[in-house]
């Protein structure tokens, strides 16, 4: 079985400020996907970044990008230029490939604050 | 295109009582996919549906149930329902199973059991 740690229940950071949330997991499976989510206030989750085990270059979306440390089973996201609209809970998921164990296993989240 | 759609948004119901949870995915998605959020924590895996077909279940009791239909949309059963069934109910879509295929999630149902 899978599990996946967020260590910071809580971050803040200054408007236009860089913020990195850290995620570790464990895994037996040799191919597998992370995932950062975000869920505003309004609840609906939103897809931030993935990354695929496979792949050794970093995923990057405009101001997120990630470390993935794979030997290290780390998994960060980095918010460069944080906005206002980036206060959220993030939460960083982890699926397997394998057959009967496609489920998203999800950390327990960070709440970070953009102060303006 | 509209993403994942869920019904109702919100619904209190009292301890006993049975509760209907409806889902649309994307248009074009097979796989839907049922996780329950109580308030703090992550998202947790109930049910995986693929073609009409349980692909996967959560560790839950046998008081949750579900099912997918020929347009692909999704239901989630709860009966006998506990205080501690009170939560965000999420529904998420993929165009496929698989590990591969990333999943969308709709805006969530949420329940409050009193």
């Known amino acids: 079985a899978q599990t996946v740690t967020q260590s910071q229940p809580e971050m803040s950071v200054q408007e236009a400020e860089t913020v990195t949330l850290s995620c570790t997991y464990d895994?037996?499976?040799?191919?597998?996907?992370l995932f950062w989510y975000k869920q505003p206030p309004s609840r609906q989750m939103i897809l931030v970044i993935r990354q695929e085990a496979y792949k050794q270059q970093n995923a990057t979306e405009n101001r997120f990008s990630v470390n993935f440390q794979k030997a290290a089973k780390s998994f960060s996201l980095k918010i460069s230029d944080s906005q206002l609209g980036d206060t959220a809970m993030y939460f960083c998921a982890f699926i397997g490939t394998n057959f009967g164990n496609e489920k998203l296993t999800f950390g327990t989240g960070t709440r970070l604050t953009i102060i303006p | 295109d509209a993403g994942v759609t869920q019904s109702p948004t919100h619904l209190i119901k009292t301890r006993g009582q049975h509760v209907t949870l409806r889902c649309s995915p994307i248009s074009g998605h097979k796989s839907v996919s049922w996780y329950q959020q109580v308030l703090g924590q992550g998202p947790q895996f109930i049910f995986q549906y693929y073609e009409k077909e349980e692909r996967g279940r959560g560790n839950f009791p046998d008081r949750f149930s579900a099912r997918q239909f020929p347009n692909y949309s999704s239901e989630l059963n709860v009966n006998a329902l506990l205080l501690g069934d009170s939560a965000l109910y999420l529904c998420?879509?993929?165009?496929?199973?698989?590990?591969?295929?990333?999943?969308?999630f709709g805006p969530g149902t949420r329940l409050l059991v009193l």
């Open positions: 998420a879509s993929s165009p496929q199973r698989g590990g591969q295929e990333t999943q969308y």
């Open positions: 895994t037996s499976e040799s191919n597998y996907y």
